[in-house]
């Protein structure tokens, strides 16, 4: 490492910039530390996320509203937000190197908070109208299809989990699976079909999401090639999440769906990488945990540096 690199370097890189990386970056920087996010946006699944009713401080708010407070308070804190990819981390005895599309940088802890992507059906209007009818998140906008006609996609726990919620709320809850067998536990299967608005479409899958300006129905390919027009009112997609760890893997426990093994203290197996949000194991995955946790790993890094000394 060149002197010019070692006058360079960061008390904390953090990698990714939703809740979790938005709470590390405010709370580390409140303890005087020199901080780096490095991320490809501010706001993470909160962007797609239409209107937000869990959150405490707010009775209701927009994802994109959200998203520019957390712009905000990093600007009034002055934290430095670089807008790009990691590609590789590595630890060159005490000094973490991440390797990025805009340079390489330097730390002496790092901060994992990448979260998850949410897998997508990929079918016309789909894209169009995330947070007009099409969420990835029934614990976040089931209190929204309230007397409605609503189509659960996916054929896991998750989406029978998601069904069962929305049976609450819900006029109608359409479960569309590509199968014929489910692959969540069937003893929440049984649970489910014991709800009168809850009715299973097998062996079909969505075609296409049909509206304007919201939700209003959709088309469904059954396994012999028949399509059938719904009408519905919101879709909620649970075909599954996706965590991307390639770039940190080599240097951190992931479990066997690739997401980072973390302590109480969002500590990793690594020492001096701390983790937090929908790329760990914790379970739940929602915004003001993934912050909580953020919290948790920015004040276990401050630990972790005055205990070495760094």
Not at 150 to 177: F, P, T
Request: hydrophobic share 40%.
């Amino acid at each position: 490492m060149s002197k010019n690199q070692q006058s360079n370097i960061h008390d904390v890189i953090i990698v990714g910039c939703g809740p979790a990386g938005v709470a590390a970056a405010i709370y580390a920087k409140r303890k005087m530390l020199d901080v780096l996010v490095i991320s490809k946006d501010i706001g993470g699944q909160v962007i797609l996320t239409g209107f937000i009713e869990n959150y405490p401080g707010f009775n209701e708010v927009r994802g994109e509203a959200l998203v520019e407070i957390f712009e905000r308070q990093l600007k009034g804190l002055e934290v430095d937000v670089k807008i790009g990819e990691v590609e590789r981390v590595e630890k060159e005895g005490e000094i973490f190197k991440v390797i990025s599309s805009e340079g390489n940088f330097f730390g002496k802890a790092v901060i994992v908070t990448g979260g998850s992507t949410y897998k997508k059906l990929k079918v016309p209007g789909e894209d169009r109208l995330i947070g007009r009818g099409v969420s990835f998140c029934a614990t976040c906008d089931a209190p929204f299809s309230r007397n409605r006609e609503v189509a659960v996609v996916g054929g896991g726990n998750a989406a029978l989990q998601s069904a069962e919620l929305l049976s609450r709320y819900a006029k109608m809850v359409y479960v569309i699976h590509r199968r014929d067998k489910f692959r969540a536990d069937e003893v929440l299967v049984e649970r489910v079909k014991k709800h009168s608005n809850v009715q299973f479409i097998m062996n079909a899958m969505v075609t296409e999401i049909k509206g304007d300006k919201k939700v209003e129905g959709i088309t469904v390919k059954y396994k012999d090639g028949n399509l059938v027009d719904m009408k519905v009112d919101m879709v909620f997609i649970e075909v599954g999440r996706e965590v991307k760890v390639e770039y940190i893997k080599h240097l951190v426990r992931t479990n066997e769906w690739g997401q980072i093994i973390v302590d109480r203290r969002q500590r990793t197996s690594c020492e001096g990488v701390f983790a937090a949000g929908d790329i760990t194991d914790r379970p739940y995955q929602q915004a003001i945990i993934a912050a909580g946790d953020g919290a948790v790993a920015a004040l276990s890094a401050y630990d972790f540096l005055m205990e070495k000394e760094l």
